[in-house]
């Protein structure tokens, strides 16, 4: 089992920058691609970013290309996603999650554990 908190949400202005972590505990062994999703309400929950096991392959959802960074420290158990330039649209609740392969997905049903969200908002 692992299991996954996410911090570092809130509420930033438009134009502004966020750094979500990632923080993974439990089954502490680091072939686990991770990926961050989002929903915002009334939506479905939809693909923002996802990194490969040992950060060497990383791919984004064409709404993040550009603004946000996925990166990981495995040495600290921990994915991060580095939002910048943030628009209203990207408010939402962000969720990470990890799978035990190598390849990185943009598929959530693929995933097995996920974090229980923190929420960004930016005003506009």
């Known amino acids: 089992q692992v299991q996954l908190v996410e911090s570092g949400g809130g509420l930033v202005q438009a134009g502004g920058s966020l750094r979500l972590s990632c923080a993974a505990s439990g089954r502490t062994s680091s072939n686990y691609a991770m990926g961050w999703f989002r929903q915002a309400p009334g939506k479905e929950r939809e693909f923002v970013a996802a990194i490969s096991w040992n950060g060497g392959s990383t791919t984004y959802a064409d709404s993040a290309k550009g603004r946000f960074t996925i990166s990981r420290d495995n040495a600290k158990n921990t994915g991060y996603l580095q939002m910048n330039s943030l628009k209203p649209e990207d408010t939402a609740v962000y969720f990470c999650?990890?799978?035990?392969?190598?390849?990185?997905?943009?598929?959530?049903?693929?995933?097995?554990?996920w974090g229980q969200g923190t929420q960004v908002t930016v005003s506009s």
């Open positions: 999650a990890a799978r035990y392969t190598v390849a990185v997905s943009t598929t959530a049903r693929l995933y097995d554990y």
